[in-house]
């Protein structure tokens, strides 16, 4: 599910909490090592996302946040926020070359660019609760 987060729409933030859950408590966030990533480079997308980033010439960076039941990529396009919503159950990940990442959902593909030790752990991470849940 892509949808614009950039106002507050309860709406919005009612289907998100369905499908992903509610955002950890501060203490399950301190006890996790934290729940999101840094910026990532978007190297790909499918074109649904494609047609969206290619709308400025700014770098198409995104970052990935942890939920009980899924993940949230956001990122910008011009001064409006998207996030795409992966539910554990759909999500698909795949490490690519060295320093990439697929993540797959239904028709929704994007590859991401890592950049440090931290990134890959942070992929670990999603793997584990993708497991778990």
Not at 26 to 39: F, T
Not at 66 to 90: D, Q, S
């Amino acid at each position: 599910m892509l949808r614009n987060v950039s106002y507050n729409n309860s709406i919005i933030s009612n289907e998100i909490e369905i499908l992903v859950g509610k955002q950890f408590t501060i203490l399950e966030r301190i006890k996790m090592k934290g729940i999101g990533s840094s910026n990532l480079l978007i190297q790909y997308s499918n074109d649904k996302i494609n047609n969206l980033l290619n709308l400025d010439n700014n770098l198409n960076k995104c970052n990935i946040e942890i939920r009980p039941k899924g993940i949230i990529i956001r990122f910008k396009v011009l001064l409006e926020t998207y996030a795409l919503v992966m539910p554990y159950y759909k999500l698909k990940v795949f490490k690519g070359k060295s320093d990439q990442y697929s993540l797959y959902k239904d028709e929704y593909v994007m590859k991401l660019k890592v950049k440090n030790l931290n990134d890959h752990d942070f992929f670990k991470k999603i793997s584990k609760f993708r497991i778990s849940s």
